[in-house]
């Protein structure tokens, strides 16, 4: 049925109940885990979990246990209502959307205020862990998947997002989960997860989505400027004795200097560290910082120093106080 409203499941039982219902009666329960402020990324991922399931399930929930204590929360981008319309209007519809208040809250005070992520008025995160220890202290670790890349910068992330999808996967209890491959590290982490736990879910990686710039589609893309995407730079060609303009690429020559990596690895130049330099040059010229770059293989996601076998080269770059993430696979 097209543009029909969903169902909002705010309790952690009555989301088991429907989900056990559903199943119960033969239907294939498909799951999409978002922290909201959805974007066409996500709406395709959606799409996707619809050819995989009869029933599908989205969650808006963002998590405070991926959150350091030097990462400021509160900025996260929030549209409830806006993400409702998105979900009726662009993806044609989904059968629930599972928006739980406090998915650390255990029936008292545990250290977690999580209000603003739920549409409540304003509150200050904290840990998800108390200093007496009566708070949630259970936590998820992929351990060898979950260092390098954005497990570096982000000690906390990887074991926050476990953890978080455990604890969705057993409430929704989901036959499918769709995950993007944006984050892909995230992506591959997950999948282990489900390996070696036993999880009774097919996980499916769907394709990155782009702007039409290039740049590939992220929550944190409103916080860019026209400026940090791309802008014209005037200059003095001494040639032709006459001022020229040039577009100069900023937080898209993410994207351009990726693509060139990849034909020039596809034309035989496959040492890890010529493409790296290629690339990291390229984007410090447009003015990001990069935080990594680095070529892994597709599943180890260990470190390469030459291509041999099916790779992803994956970074991360900050644009201003935004950063972005990419990747492209590499298959020689």
Not at 102 to 111: A, N, P, R, T, V
Not at 131 to 147: M, Y
Not at 241 to 256: D, F, G, P, R
Not at 302 to 313: G, N, Q, R, T
């Amino acid at each position: 049925m097209e543009n029909k409203e969903p169902l909002i499941i705010t309790d952690k039982d009555d989301m088991r109940r429907w989900s056990r219902s559903a199943r119960a009666q033969g239907k294939i329960v498909g799951f999409v885990p978002t922290m909201g402020y959805l974007h066409e990324g996500h709406l395709s991922l959606v799409q996707e979990c619809k050819q995989h399931s009869d029933l599908t399930v989205v969650s808006i929930y963002v998590n405070p246990g991926q959150f350091s204590p030097n990462e400021d929360l509160s900025t996260y981008p929030l549209d409830f209502i806006g993400d409702i319309n998105k979900l009726k209007n662009k993806a044609g519809g989904v059968d629930v959307v599972f928006h739980p208040k406090d998915l650390y809250d255990y029936g008292k005070y545990d250290g977690v205020v999580n209000a603003r992520s739920n549409g409540l008025e304003e509150g200050k995160v904290v840990s998800c862990v108390e200093n007496s220890g009566q708070g949630h202290e259970t936590w998820v670790r992929v351990q060898k998947l979950e260092k390098g890349l954005c497990g570096s910068s982000r000690p906390v992330f990887f074991k926050g997002v476990a953890t978080i999808v455990t604890k969705l996967f057993n409430l929704v209890e989901p036959d499918v989960a769709v995950f993007g491959k944006k984050d892909y590290q995230q992506w591959r982490i997950i999948e282990r997860m489900v390996r070696d736990l036993d999880f009774g879910i097919k996980i499916i990686g769907a394709e990155l989505l782009r702007d039409p710039d290039g740049l590939a589609k992220s929550s944190r893309n409103v916080h860019l400027s026209p400026e940090q995407r791309k802008k014209l730079i005037s200059y003095w060609d001494s040639a032709s004795q006459t001022w020229s303009m040039e577009l100069n690429l900023q937080a898209t020559s993410i994207s351009e200097s990726l693509f060139h990596a990849r034909t020039a690895a596809q034309k035989g130049q496959v040492v890890c560290r010529e493409l790296k330099d290629l690339v990291i040059k390229t984007i410090h010229e447009a003015g990001g910082k990069v935080d990594y770059a680095e070529i892994v293989d597709q599943e180890s996601l260990e470190v390469l120093d030459e291509i041999k076998s099916p790779a992803v080269f994956c970074i991360a770059v900050w644009f201003g106080n935004v950063r972005l993430l990419d990747n492209v696979e590499i298959a020689v």
